[in-house]
């Protein structure tokens, strides 16, 4: 402990560097996960503990040849040690994306899903139920780096981007409902198809587009004066369910209407696993957004559990 190296608190923050190659709190866990000292890690990698101090509060970067030695003395990925970007709050600059596929193609069998309810409470399509617990059991590190895979894998583990998926099994009704959380496999149907998160029937589409409803603090920044354009996790919604889900949900706190004329594909939200020594996976502790096509040593780690869409050409809308 008396060889921490506190960050210079009393100095002015201009010596902290505004970008990092790695991320602080990623090496410190790495580095823990493995029982390493920061002495024991610096002396692996050949650099001052002072040095291995600063990594990891933040005070410096990591130049990208350390950060492979960390990786590699920490036997992880190096993409688990890289500072994440978060796109979805700070970065409007073009991603690579796709238009989400028409829902004409996908619609083809509409089994209109019966409306749950729990006491006199409609639960909602996306919703999870505790009975549809996350079954991971079966994830592994593949060797040499390949990347995450399950050790009986079967082609709808992943998605058409290659990303793998957390296996959810499907028994809406099992359990009781956990109103603020989303079945996986429902809530990545819902908005690729375009139902209702309520109700599960085809969202209604006006000129302006279709329908979405979140809390502002999740449809970042799309109704600034002169953003159009925010990202979401939520399904569309019919106007009548948005209007119910106002009155009656809870955890709906400062709600945003808009209408987007554009829904697009963006990534996926869910979480990095990195390898263990029997090449188990084990969680990374932090939960995150990763745009498709765009950093394939990323996809490799990473577990999705949400599709997230990008809305543009989006409108202000009233229910
Ligand atoms: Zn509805």
Partial sequence: ?????????????????????????????????????????????????????????????ATPANLRKIASALNCPVAVLERKRHYASDDNT??????????????????????????????????????????????????????????????????????????IPT?????????????????????????????????????????????YTHLTRAMGDSADQGFTSKPPICPPCARLAVELCPHLTDPVCVRSANPRVWGVSGGFYVPNHDAKAIPYPADENLPYRHRPDLEKWFLASQLIVHLTKCTPANL
């Fill in 171 to 215: 028994r809406p009704g099992s359990g009781r409902p956990v109103f603020e959380a989303m079945h996986s496999v429902r809530q990545r149907e819902a908005l690729l198809h375009r139902l209702c998160q309520v109700c599960g029937k085809p969202a209604e589409r006006n000129e302006q587009g279709w329908l979405f409803l979140s809390q």
């Fill in 1 to 61: 402990m008396t060889t921490e190296q506190p960050p210079p608190r009393q100095r002015p923050p201009r010596f902290r560097p505004s970008t990092l190659h790695q991320e602080p709190e990623a090496v410190t866990w790495a580095r823990e996960r493995v029982g390493f000292t920061k002495r024991a890690l610096a002396a692996a990698v050949g650099i001052s503990e002072q040095l291995m101090g600063e990594i990891e509060s933040g005070w410096r970067s």
């Fill in 94 to 167: 073009t991603r690579p994306n796709h238009h989400l596929r028409e829902s004409s193609d996908l619609m083809s069998t509409t089994t209109q899903p019966a409306q749950l309810t729990w006491g006199r409470l409609p639960v909602p399509y996306a919703a999870a139920w505790t009975g549809e617990e996350p079954d991971i059991s079966r994830l592994i590190a593949r060797p040499f780096g390949a990347g995450l895979a399950y050790s009986d894998e079967r082609p709808e583990d992943r998605d058409e981007h290659g990303v793998l998926w957390a296996r």
